[in-house]
């Protein structure tokens, strides 16, 4: 996926092992190592020294070497430098661009410069191009070397007097002719080699005038690392807020992928920003972001659950990059070309390792595969298209098209487009799947529910049916009692007419004792049977009276059995009894709304207040098992029908305010 970092990696590697080769030639011809000391070598014919550099061309902020200079590709790249035999390949530089890219040989520029003045030192600064490792040296007109530098990327530290690490600063005292050998070895990072000659004020205009010719590739660069910044912010914030540890290795790996951003920037543009053991980092990252990469994959994938083999060969190299990155590090940061080159190799090595994982996640049935595996390709595409700019030597940093980064931007956006899209459908897939179970659950709570209502409401039926079984023993009881109360009087015309009323009233309780509800006709009727027996009871002194609105269809509406005999029967003992004269029991049917029966029970006995003092035995019991049937089949019936059965008692007051009756209105829901 990161093919393009190979281009920068290849490169080193053929640098440096140019330089290793040339390390043990000198071990073997013991001559003094190249990093420390450039060697005294001199010149002998001096007719191939080259063009002098014109002293009205000196005066110039920006001049550029190549005309001046001649040209020697060391194709072997182990020479310290040219023999006598090599200095007659010398040749012009060429009309063209010269790059050092890929698998070039070591380049060899030399030129002269004279300086006339007799008492000014000339003070230059060498630009040679932006390469990882470079340098010059100066012979005097004896051929004798006065001084030898190295810069560049790979040091990371301007030497003495120059501007930046590609800059070397070139003094030449008055009246005297020097010699420059300029040296690099096919490793340029980011321009053509460019031999130029600046004051210190020329080179702060070129660099300012780079930067404004290459803005574009400065702002779009600058875009790449904002959206990783903002994205990795966003899915930090998300993955603590969610709990998900995919989150938090998304944030992981969009953090390292712009701060390889900032490297890049921070070279491409010699910004400087960065101190040069950060800057070592530039190499190493690509180890990195391979790490977050394999994280996020195991955890959004989940391959653990379906491509067991494949996860543990993925948690190996997670296992394994920390380790190659450190040495990786340590490696730049001593400079040891063995162990950079080793793990040049290393870094092809992981490439193959992944596109081996992508060529089994997408033969395995993994979900949301086909968008992580379309954004890894597109990455690699477009690495690929950077590293053709590469090899056909097309790159042109001062063109935005032409500039290898920007196509592998082009792809890291891709990638990231695409693992968003990704993220995103896991979160949908993750959001229906959260809602099919809290559904599910809905459904299985709302069983529960029902199953519990339904056993409730068994549980209200039978003590229901139970309080009705007791309710019917003990309206008999009293009917029972009245019919001995008519033998003991001799009175047998009247127990026989008791006796037919009593069947008729016993068949309808049995009747209405099967069912839950009972018509309003049906309960009205046993009523008046209930009261007539009653009034033949006592005498005569029991009159009633039923009115039922007109408006009021009595077989269709339905009420609970038995509900308002317990209020009459209460009214009769409690009230009518202990008059002399008797009294008159009214019961009034209204229906005020659709959903609602008004039912009103009074009587013009002697009130509770006065019942309270008689001490009837009689009276009591009846009143105490009676009413507290009753009051239990009200909240029972509340309970299993989810109604509100209301009942309210009155104390009704004659003109004098002593008390004349009782009221009981009862509120029914139908």
Known sequence: ????????????????????????????TGDPMPSEVWAQVVVPDQSLAGRIVPANKLSANNLDLRPFATIWIDTASIARYPTITQLAQLSPFPTGTLKAYGKKPTIWLRFRIQNPHPTDTLHRLFFGGYHHSWGISQFDAQNRLVVAQENGLLFRQSAEGSADPFTLPLLVPPNQTRTIWFQTTGYSLFSSITPRLFTRIGYEQFRNSRLMTQRNHFGYCCSIIGICLFLSIFAGIQGTYSRDVTYGYWSLYLAVTGFFFVLLLDLGFNLQVVGPTVAALYEPMKYLIELTYLLFLLSFLKLNQYTPRLNRLILVMVWCLPIVFGLNFWGILTHTIPVINFFSIVFILSQILILFIFVVISRAKVPNRHLVITGSLGLIVMAGVATGLNKAELTDFDYFWTDPSVWFSLGVVFELIFFNLALSQRGRLAERAKQRLEHEKALENQRIHLITEQFQQRIAETEMAALRSQMNPHFIFNCLNSIQFFTAQNDSEKASDYLTKFSRLIRLVLENSKSEKVTLANELETLRLYIEMEAMRFGQKVQYSILVNDQIDTELIQIPPLL?????ENAIWHGLMHKSEGGTIQIHVEQPQPSLLHIEISDDGVGRKQAAEYKSKSATKNKSFGMKLTADRIELINQLYQTQTQVDILDLMDQQGDPSGTKIIVDIPI
């Open 564 to 568: 308002l005999q317990p209020f009459v």
């Open 1 to 28: 996926m990161y093919t393009y970092l190979t281009l920068y990696n290849t490169c080193c590697m053929n640098r440096l092992l140019a330089r290793f080769i040339g390390l043990v030639t000198l071990l073997l």
